[in-house]
């Protein structure tokens, strides 16, 4: 099985040293999405301050093959929703 590195970005850099050893490719998407799902429910204010932050998938080879970015703003209770 390939070792696969999350790499997390948020404004500091935070490598992945150990990695984790999946089957595929599908499958170390699928780990990046439920660590960004994950991240968001633990500190969903984190998030909010307009700040990109990101997981980045890396192959053993140190290729980037998939990457996940979040990007959220907060906004005041009665600022009006533009359609």
């Known amino acids: 099985?390939?070792?696969?590195?999350?790499?997390?970005?948020?404004g500091q850099?935070?490598?992945?040293?150990?990695?984790?050893?999946l089957v595929d490719l599908h499958a170390a998407k699928k780990e990046a999405v439920q660590f960004?799902?994950?991240?968001?429910i633990q500190a969903p204010d984190?998030?909010?301050s307009?700040?990109?932050w990101s997981v980045k998938?890396?192959?053993?080879?140190?290729?980037?093959?998939f990457?996940?970015?979040?990007?959220?703003?907060?906004?005041?209770?009665d600022t009006p929703v533009a359609h």
Do not use: I, R
């Open 50 to 52: 307009g700040k990109e």
């Open 1 to 10: 099985m390939p070792n696969y590195y999350f790499h997390v970005t948020d």
């Open 13 to 21: 850099k935070y490598p992945d040293m150990q990695g984790m050893f």
């Open 36 to 40: 960004t799902g994950d991240m968001l």
């Open 46 to 48: 984190d998030f909010c």
């Open 57 to 65: 998938v890396v192959d053993e080879e140190k290729n980037l093959v």
């Open 67 to 77: 990457e996940v970015v979040v990007n959220a703003q907060s906004y005041a209770t």
